[in-house]
């Protein structure tokens, strides 16, 4: 049987692990040289690799993925370097190129574990020099041993704030505030779901509480108000608190990010149906408890399918893995799936009040002024985009998001609707007055990822 | 924007050219970090007159850190290691 896996990162590699464990050598293929995912991303060599300052208290986790991906490479047909843009899901071909050469991949079944990015809400400013997602001030640390800027300042919500904040600091950058858009009260209110986190949660208050000694600025349920700044870049960022007084922090650069979302492009172009998961606020790709799609030869896996984070990917990728097997017909030890299952359903209760604790501020982005540059792509406005969203309204049926993208080019340019789209579908259903599932979700195109023309046209 | 570098910061160097200007940067420096740790500031124009642009989610997926690698064509700066010698122009 050939089986192919999408990605390295902490779900891709337990999912190879537990293939090669039965025998199999499947096709392993990722975009970064290294693996590692984003979360266990390597520097490149030449730079200090020492676990435990990139990756803190995550340090024997990240080691141990790393320590078995580097032992499995040997043992599978490992492609590094290499894009899958496209996915056939009739033919079961995957179509990849590394350093400008095609190939095509076929598989039985494919393991998809392509990983997640930030959520943004754009905010005026958000485009200038000096302005990133969280995960890139993160990845600026961990791989390049660089901070952002000189005086950061961190803005949105959910855990990753916290984080990058704390290793900021600890790493020696200016942290000159955290701006946690959601207020106290809601995380305090889903403290009796959190504790099921345990381990997590208590390094959550932590990184919290580091921050508070430090005597870092922190302010909690606060409406950003702008980036401020010129051609060279980012001079403050101005916000209002809950109190509706107006505040400003003097910075040279903001990491910004509310949550992340799934990196589910190749599922779609493969067919699968997604569902908008209303706790998350994404649009995740539809699989049941062990990876599989009503798609055949489709498996899911990893923050592709649905945010879970890091210790839920490893899990979920081994589990994508035992179904593969066990639909090839293999013998399993029930035990091993049932004790995995068992194990996913308690981290899916913490998950879920994860998810209560940092909501995903919508009302931001429905609030986005006319003027507010919404797509960087495109030079797209929220106001034009809501204009033309009337306008078409009037004449027609309610636009949904692909008619939004045919009539505004909204997520038709380069990063094809991963950065704004999940803005736009809230300014839309705002401007029309109904859901963000009624809106839908913009589909993906192949390639997932911009690639030179003349490799694209290769046969 | 400029890139400070906190850890690691005494690799072998090497130049590279921006426009013409020399620019000097480290081994194991992505193009984007070699580029804004030195004095470039930002890496391209927005095609739409709304100023200029340095990249934003630095693991390819925003696409907003586009240059031109002579000999190469247009990469991600943020997904592609600096190399002594290359010559780059902006996006
Ligand atoms: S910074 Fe987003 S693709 Fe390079």
Redo the contacts with the bound molecule.
């Keep these: 049987m050939k089986v192919a896996v999408v990605g390295a990162g902490p779900a891709g590699v337990r999912a190879v692990e537990r293939l090669v464990a039965a025998g199999l050598s499947p096709v392993w293929i990722d975009e970064a040289s290294d693996g590692g995912g984003r979360i266990y991303q390597r520097p490149p060599p030449g730079l200090a690799r020492d676990a435990r300052s990139l990756y803190g208290f995550e340090a024997k986790r990240a080691t141990a993925l790393h320590d078995t991906l580097d032992a499995l490479k040997p043992r599978c047909d490992w492609r590094p370097d290499t894009l899958v843009w496209h996915i056939r899901p009739g033919a079961r071909q995957l179509q990849t190129l590394c350093g400008g050469r095609q190939d095509a991949v076929t598989y039985d079944a494919a393991i998809l574990c392509t990983g997640a990015m930030d959520r943004v809400i754009p905010l005026p400013g958000w485009t200038r020099p000096g302005v990133t997602t969280m995960g890139?001030a993160q990845i600026a640390l961990k791989t390049q041993g660089c901070a952002i800027g000189h005086r950061v300042v961190f803005l949105g919500t959910g855990p990753l704030l916290w984080l990058v904040a704390y290793q900021y600091a600890k790493a020696g950058a200016d942290v000159a505030g955290v701006l946690d858009t959601t207020p106290f009260i809601t995380k305090a209110r889903a403290t009796p779901g959190l504790l099921l986190g345990g381990a997590t949660f208590a390094k959550g208050l932590y990184y919290i509480a580091w921050l508070r000694r430090r005597g870092i600025r922190i302010a909690e349920g606060v409406t950003p108000l702008a980036i401020e700044g010129g051609d060279d870049g980012v001079t403050a960022v101005t916000w209002r608190d809950a109190a509706g007084r107006d505040h400003r922090i003097d910075c040279d650069a903001v990491g910004m990010g509310w949550g992340l979302k799934p990196e589910a492009q190749l599922a779609d172009l493969a067919a699968v149906p997604f569902r908008h998961d209303a706790l998350q606020a994404n649009w995740v790709p539809v699989r049941d408890g062990a990876g599989r799609t009503p798609v055949a030869g489709i498996y899911l896996a990893g923050d592709g399918a649905g945010i879970g984070g890091a210790e839920v990917a490893e899990m979920t990728g081994a589990r994508a893995a035992l179904a593969v097997l066990e639909d090839a017909g293999h013998r399993l030890d029930p035990i091993e799936t049932v004790a995995l299952d068992r194990r996913l359903a308690s981290q899916a209760r913490f998950r879920a009040a994860l998810e209560r604790a940092f909501p995903f501020p919508a009302h931001l982005a429905r609030a986005m002024a006319d003027d507010t540059l919404l797509c960087r792509c495109e030079g797209l406005r929220a106001g034009e985009l809501r204009a033309a969203a009337r306008a078409e309204a009037a004449t027609g049926p309610a636009p949904e998001m692909n008619r939004a993208k045919a009539f505004t080019r909204v997520g038709m340019g380069r990063c094809q609707g991963r950065v704004c789209g999940a803005a736009a579908a809230e300014i839309l259903a705002a401007e029309l007055n109904c859901t963000v599932p009624q809106i839908g979700r913009l589909r993906g195109q192949p390639p997932v990822k911009p690639i030179p023309i003349s490799a694209e046209a290769a046969p | 924007m400029k890139l400070v570098r906190l850890r690691d910061a005494a690799r072998p160097r090497i130049t590279l050219r921006l426009d013409g200007v020399p620019i000097e940067a480290q081994r194991g420096d992505t193009l984007?970090t070699a580029l804004l740790a030195a004095d470039a500031g930002y890496l391209r124009d927005s095609e739409f007159g709304d100023g200029p642009r340095a990249?934003?989610?630095?693991?390819?997926?925003?696409?907003?850190?586009w240059v031109v690698v002579e000999g190469r064509g247009r990469l991600?700066?943020?997904?592609t290691l600096a190399e002594d010698g290359m010559e780059i122009r902006r996006g």
């Design positions: 890139a | 984007l990249g934003f989610c630095l693991m390819g997926a925003c696409q907003d850190c991600r700066a943020c997904a």
